[in-house]
């Protein structure tokens, strides 16, 4: 427990820190959500809930010192990084998208409905979960189009609500822009009650937060005030559902409460004595050897941690180690910080820093095996963004915002 009292303790001088030094709330927020991990872990061993046996001191030094370096580009205070680096006149061709994007939303929300009403009314979380986890689901689509609007609704969540915030800023035709960011919330949320998740919502909350605090400053305060009342009306309709969600998949002898408590507090732990501990490194075969169909087990490495909450560094430890955790970090928060630094940005640049900030906020518990399929797509939408989206105008006659 002692150890543990440590890395919590290092967190919070370092959320502390961020506060004093008025850094970028961005960052602030990352550090919170690991301290607040933290605290759980250390509240979780207090009750014997989660054994300690085998924790080390040095495992935490580098989990927080990783996590230093990866928040970086998000903590500094040296450059100002708001909507006010972005352009106001948005490319036609993110218009176009929005409408296209509202449309596959409105198939997936549509797909979704008749088992979010199944679920509603029966409550049967813990049944569903164990259904999903057998991969014994039904899929919610019927035809290839139904299929491909769930997919492209979900690679694309970030920068739908990109442009719906960048839309809504404007001084006339904001409705498309509520319209959409309303919608990329609602496929989510069905998306998370189809497979009784609780994280997922959490997770869509954080980024929404963060893109939010992004074009706060741009914002007419009329305007914020309304998403004020719309954060609110949100949080009334969803908690009953993480209540329901939560008691119904963790109840029994320690109760819901003790349960989500050890849920919440594991991924420093299991870091720190499953996969520091690690006899050696998978050199990619963890992370990316899912795109070949590669099997993998933590014997494999002599790996003990028997759960994925182990955070996103021990994500890429697992098949990198500690020089490959260190290299990456020092190389993402170069890369990240150089794009912050522009003078102005495009929608392309933000999408990248929020998909890489989307990264480390969802890796405050676990980022599964498969979250290479993400990462690629991300980067190939990036390109496309980039290098044609922005570079070329596509054009629909009589279009208007």
């Keep these: ?121 029966s409550g049967s979380w813990y049944l569903n979960r164990s259904l999903v986890y057998a991969d014994k689901v039904t899929y919610p689509y019927r035809n290839t189009i139904e299929h491909f609007a769930m997919l492209f609704s979900s690679y694309t969540e970030v920068l739908a609500l990109i442009v719906g915030f960048s839309i809504f800023r404007m001084k006339k035709n904001t409705k498309i822009g509520v319209l959409l960011v309303a919608l990329t ?81 594991q991924p420093p732990i299991v870091f720190n004595r499953g996969v520091f501990t690690s006899e050696k490194i998978a050199w990619g075969n963890y992370g990316f050897g899912a795109l070949i169909g590669s099997s993998f087990s933590p ?21 990198w180690g500690i020089l490959g955790v260190v290299l990456i970090g020092v190389i993402c928060a170069f890369f990240f910080s150089g794009i912050i630094k522009k003078q102005e940005y495009q929608i392309s640049d933000l999408f990248l820093l929020f998909t890489y900030y989307y990264t480390l906020a969802k890796g405050v518990f676990v980022i599964g095996r498969e979250y290479c399929y993400i990462l690629i797509a991300s980067l190939v939408i990036y390109a496309l963004l980039k290098f044609v989206a922005e570079k070329y105008v596509f054009t629909i006659r009589n279009y208007r915002i």
Excluded at 57 to 72: D, E, H, N, R
Excluded at 214 to 243: G, M, Q, W
């Design 185 to 265: 919330i609602a496929r989510t949320t069905c998306s998370a009650i189809y497979t009784s998740s609780r994280g997922m919502i959490i997770q869509l909350a954080i980024l929404v937060l963060a893109i939010y605090c992004f074009f706060y400053k741009d914002i007419e305060e009329n305007k914020r005030r309304f998403v004020t009342v719309l954060i609110i009306i949100a949080i009334l309709v969803i908690t009953p559902y993480i209540i329901d969600v939560t008691v119904s998949r963790f109840s029994g002898t320690r109760g819901a409460g003790n349960s989500v408590i050890q849920y919440l507090g």
């Design 299 to 319: 014997e494999d490495i002599g790996g003990t941690w028997g759960t994925g909450f182990f955070t996103f560094v021990g994500w890429i430890f697992i098949d």
């Design 1 to 121: 427990m002692f150890y543990t009292g440590i890395y919590f303790t290092i967190l919070l001088l370092l959320t502390f820190f961020c506060i004093v030094k008025k850094a970028n709330v961005l960052g602030t927020i990352l550090f919170a959500l690991y301290t607040g991990s933290a605290l759980f872990a250390l509240i979780a061993v207090g009750q014997g809930n989660i054994s300690t046996n085998g924790v080390q001191l040095f495992p935490y030094f580098f989990l927080a010192g990783s996590l230093t370096i990866f928040f970086y580009p998000f903590y500094r205070n040296k450059t100002v990084f708001n909507a006010g680096m972005l352009n106001k006149e948005i490319h036609r061709n993110y218009i176009l998208f929005a409408y296209f994007y509202i449309i596959c939303a409105v198939i997936s929300v549509w797909c979704y409905i008749p088992s979010v009403k199944a679920l509603l009314g």
